[in-house]
């Protein structure tokens, strides 16, 4: 009796498909009858395979990472490589402003606007995300295969429960999260006209729904590694200003200490009404995004007024100056290392 579902297989040759199989990492685990076999099941790579002499089917495409030239079987099967879905092209950044713009369909009944349509060769993405009806999120457990992915809440109030980390808990405005690679995480519900900046590496990155994990789990470890990095909550009610600079103050996260260096998330104000902010980075990304206020922004030769809910994308080793803020001025900013390719 089969206990699970098969790929079905036709098999001109068996000896020859149960041997080619096997040389890409799958096992045999059933063969009959012994004395003229017919059908062979095998498992391996995720799948369970029934090779069958008998099949008149047409013959499937199998795609396994562990291929890299194709193959076929003797019923005419193929193994093809599988293209990794978070693969990203050759880094190009560049200066890029946004002003608004249409929001678009996402998963789970959020909308999304892009911040850097480019998304610099696909290193990173970074999104200004709503969810404007109140009320339950049609969500599920799942969980991210990502290199740094952080939530910013910008307006509103949103539920959410991540893996080892106790009951779930509300984000609210200036609220930040730090989701390492793989935690296992689900948004419950949303408030008061929800809006976050999410910014997550590589921008295309493959979600995995989660079957057997529920949330909250019973195991609460604050400190648990995820892949060389660790959950960060930091509430901004919470978080006291500190001096950044002459003329500034900065109200930081536990971001950096999380993921070890790799990234640097906060909130930057002036005191003054003369400040002047001068920077530069060589990273994958350096975004810029006014949370409340104008200023003016200097890069080059180029002078740019912003204003709620602009952001600025700066490339590497490009200066830029800050000037003549409002008295409520305030910006997020996000500091992601550069890979080690790059």
Known sequence: MVSSAEVLVPSLDLTADIALLEAHGFQLDVIFPADEPRVARMSGNGLKLRLDTASAQSSPTIMLRAVENEFVTSGGTRLVAAESPSEDSAFADELVITRGGQFGQGRAGMHYRDLIPNRHGGRVIASHIRIA??????????????????????RGRVEVVYEDQGESFWMEEGDCVLQPPHIRHRVLASADGLEVIEIASPAEHPTFIEHDIELPTQTVDPHRDFDG????????????WAEHAPGWEQRTTGIAAATNGLAAVQVLRPTTSDAVLTETHDGDLHLLYVLSGVAVLDTDDAVHDLSVDDSVAIPRNQPWTMRSPSSDFSFLTVNLAAQEDA
């Open 133 to 154: 009806e109140p009320g339950p999120v049609p969500d599920s457990v799942h969980h991210h295969d990502i290199r740094f992915q952080m939530i910013y809440c910008r």
């Open 229 to 240: 990095q660790r959950f960060s909550f930091d509430r901004a009610v919470d978080t006291p």
